[in-house]
C-alpha cells in the first residue's frame, strides 16, 4: 500500500506560512441547533407549525428577547435553514447557534516540514485541536507493520518498548522503511524546531513489527500483533494493511474493543471497489486529494468508514524525510485523531471514539455515507471538541421494521419491500440484503426498494434491511420470505417395464417403470381397469400389488407420475391375463 518518492535531506525553505487556513479561525457553528425570533403578532401555533416545517423543537427560550433556541436535525445546514425562514414573512431574525471559546487560538508549530510542506494537517484541522491537546502520553499507538526506527531525531523521544510477533523476539527494527514512516505521520515529536510536525505530538508508539521485508504480513501475525497491543496497553492500533474478513483477526480485534481499544486499516491503493464488505470489528480509511474529495487512486466500497488525505510527508527509516502517498499514510492520520480524543477523554468506548470520528468529519462528498469517503474526512479539531463534550454525540439508532412483505409471505417478480423507520435525527439511508449479501439500497426517504425476486432462487431467504441516521447509528430488521417465480407445467413421462403386453399375472405383482421430469417426479399410481391398486412415492418406484380379487382374463394396466407442481403423466395401455 506504499506509494512514495524520496525529498531526501534537501535545503528546507525558508518562507513560512503566514496564516492558516481561514476554517481554522472561522466562527463555528453549532450543529442541530438554531435562533430564531418571531414577528411581533405571530401566534404560538403559526411558531409551531413554522417550527415542525423544519423538523425544529424548542428547547429552550431567552427570557426579556424572546428568542428561542430550536434544535434541528444534526445533518442540517443551520445556515440554510435560517435564509428559508426570514423569508417566511413571520420571523424576525434567524441564525445559526455558534460556539466560543477560550482565548486561545490555533496552535502551529515550529517544525520546518509542516511549515512549508504540510498542508494535508491543516486540511483536517489539526491546529484547531492543538490548542486543547497536542497529546497524552499514556495514550498508546501500536504500529503493527514492518517495525519502527526509534533512533531518528522524530520518533526517539517516542517509541516504548514493543515486540516482533515474527521471531518472537523484542527486536522492532525497521525492516523495510514503511513502519517507521506510518510512525512518524502518526506521532512523530512536533513543535520542536525539527523535521516534520504529526497528528499526536505527545503521544506513544509502540511498534509491533508482523511484516516482513516485502510488506506481506500473515493474519495470524497481525492477529497476534493487535494481541500483544491490547495486552499492553495501546488504545490505539495501526493496520496500514487492506484487511478482510477473518475470524482470526477479528477474535484479536474484539478483545482489543473490549478493553476500549480502536483499530484503523487502509481501504488501499488500486482505484476500484474491492467488494469487501462492511467490517464492524476495524475502521476503514480511504484517501483524499488536496480538494478533501475522494482520491481516484484509493479504493471504495461498503467498508469504508472515513477518509484521510491520501498524501503526506513523513519522516523515513535513515533519518531523512520524504513524501509519500497511499491509504497507508491515511490511516495512521485517523488513528492519530483517534489518540487525541482518547487524549482528552479517556473514557470513551471503542465505539464512542468511532463515532465521534465519523459524526465530526468534514462531509465534502455525496451527503451522508458514501462508499468513496465513508462519513467524510476526518475533522481532529471538531473530533477533539466532541469528545470534550462541546458538541453532543448521537449513539441512537433508527427504529425499523419492514412493513411489507410479512414473514412467511410469498413472492415472485419484482416485489416492493416497504419500511417504517424512523430516528429523532432523522434517517438518511436504507441498505437492503438477501441472505447477507447486499441487493440495493436507497438514499431518501420513504426507502421503498424494488426487489427483483428473479435473481433470487426460489425457496426460503432471510430479508435483512439496515436503516443509518446522518451520525452513522444503524438499525436493523430482517424477515424470512419463500421466493417462487418457477412454475413447472410440464408433465413427467412414464413407461411400463413390467409387467410386459400379454404376460400373465402372478399372485403378487410387481409394476416397475421408468419415468422422467424436468424437475422430479414425486409419486407414481398403477391402475388396473382404472382401479387404483397400488402406489409409491419413493425411487425408482416399484409398485407391489396381489392379484387375487381380479377375474380370470384380460385387463388393462395403466400407470400415472406426478412432479411436485401437480403436473401428471400417464403411460401407455398394457394388456395382461389373469
Known amino acids: 500500500m506504499l506509494t512514495t518518492h524520496k525529498a531526501g535531506r534537501l535545503c528546507l525553505l525558508t518562507a513560512t506560512i503566514a496564516a492558516l487556513t481561514a476554517s481554522a479561525f472561522a466562527q463555528e457553528i453549532a450543529p442541530g441547533r438554531l435562533l430564531v425570533k418571531f414577528k411581533s403578532g405571530v401566534s404560538n401555533a403559526r411558531a409551531a407549525e413554522i417550527q415542525a416545517s423544519i423538523s425544529g423543537r424548542e428547547i429552550k427560550r431567552i427570557d426579556g428577547i424572546d428568542v428561542r433556541v430550536l434544535k434541528i436535525p444534526e445533518a442540517a445546514d443551520p445556515r440554510a435553514i435560517a435564509a428559508r425562514l426570514k423569508q417566511s414573512g413571520d420571523v424576525a431574525f434567524a441564525e445559526p447557534d455558534h460556539i466560543a471559546h477560550g482565548a486561545q487560538s490555533a496552535t502551529t508549530p515550529n517544525d520546518p516540514w509542516f511549515l512549508n510542506w504540510q498542508p494535508q494537517l491543516r486540511q483536517i484541522n489539526c491546529p484547531a485541536a492543538w490548542q486543547y491537546t497536542t497529546g497524552n502520553l499514556n495514550v498508546v499507538i501500536a504500529i503493527i507493520d514492518t517495525g519502527v526506527n526509534g533512533s531518528i531525531p522524530d520518533l526517539s523521544p517516542k517509541v516504548m518498548p514493543g515486540w516482533n510477533v515474527i521471531n518472537n523476539s523484542s527486536d522492532t527494527s525497521d525492516v523495510n ?138 519522516a523515513d527509516m535513515e533519518g531523512g524525510y520524504t513524501a509519500v502517498g497511499g491509504t497507508s499514510f491515511s490511516t495512521p492520520m485517523v488513528a492519530g485523531a483517534a489518540a487525541l480524543v482518547v487524549s482528552v477523554n479517556p473514557g470513551l468506548t471503542s465505539t464512542q471514539i468511532e463515532k465521534i470520528l465519523e459524526q465530526s468529519a468534514t462531509d465534502e462528498g455525496l451527503a451522508g455515507w458514501d462508499p468513496y469517503t465513508g462519513w467524510g474526512q476526518v475533522n481532529v479539531g471538531k473530533a477533539v471538541q466532541m469528545a470534550l463534550g462541546t458538541t453532543p454525540v448521537d449513539s441512537t439508532p433508527p427504529t425499523v421494521s419492514i412493513t411489507s412483505p410479512s414473514t412467511n409471505a410469498q413472492v415472485s417478480g419484482i416485489t416492493g419491500v416497504y419500511l417504517s423507520a424512523y430516528d429523532a435525527n432523522g434517517v438518511d439511508s436504507a441498505y437492503y440484503f438477501v441472505d447477507g449479501v447486499q441487493i440495493g439500497q436507497v438514499l431518501a426517504a420513504p426507502f421503498t426498494y424494488s426487489w427483483d425476486t428473479t435473481k433470487t432462487s426460489d425457496g426460503t ?46 399372485k403378487t405383482v410387481n409394476t416397475t417403470v421408468v419415468t422422467s421430469d424436468n424437475v422430479g417426479v414425486v409419486r407414481t399410481a398403477t391402475y388396473l381397469d382404472g382401479l387404483l391398486v397400488a402406489s409409491s412415492t419413493t425411487a425408482p418406484f416399484t409398485m407391489q400389488w396381489s392379484d387375487r380379487t381380479v377375474a380370470s382374463g384380460l385387463h388393462t394396466l395403466q400407470c400415472k407420475a406426478y412432479d411436485a407442481a401437480g403436473n401428471c403423466g400417464v403411460s401407455a395401455s398394457v394388456s395382461v391375463r389373469k
Not at 471 to 497: C, E, K, L, M, Y
Open 177 to 314: 522503511g514503511h513502519g517507521t514512516k506510518v510512525a512518524a505521520v502518526a506521532a512523530a515529536a512536533s513543535n520542536n524546531g525539527v523535521g516534520v510536525a504529526s497528528v499526536a505530538w505527545n503521544c506513544k508508539v509502540m511498534p509491533i513489527r508482523a511484516a516482513d521485508a516485502n510488506m506481506d504480513a500473515y493474519y495470524s501475525d497481525l492477529a497476534n500483533g493487535v494481541m500483544y497491543a491490547a495486552d499492553h496497553g495501546a488504545r490505539i492500533v495501526n493496520l496500514s494493511f487492506l484487511v478482510s474478513r477473518d475470524s482470526t483477526l477479528e477474535s484479536a480485534l474484539s478483545h482489543l474493543m473490549a478493553g476500549g481499544g480502536i483499530a484503523f486499516c487502509g481501504a488501499g491503493n488500486y482505484g476500484s471497489d474491492t467488494g469487501e464488505p462492511q467490517n464492524p470489528y476495524i475502521v476503514t480509511v480511504s484517501g483524499t486529494g488536496a480538494d478533501s474529495q475522494w482520491s481516484p487512486n484509493s479504493n471504495y466500497g461498503q467498508n469504508v468508514d472515513i477518509a484521510a488525505p491520501y498524501t503526506d510527508y513523513t
Open 461 to 506: 431467504h432471510t430479508l435483512t434491511v439496515f436503516a443509518r441516521d446522518p451520525s452513522g447509528n444503524t438499525g436493523q430488521t430482517s424477515v424470512s420470505v419463500t421466493v417462487r417465480n418457477f412454475i413447472d407445467t410440464i408433465a413427467p413421462t412414464i413407461t411400463i417395464t413390467s409387467p410386459t403386453a400379454g404376460s400373465r399375472l402372478s
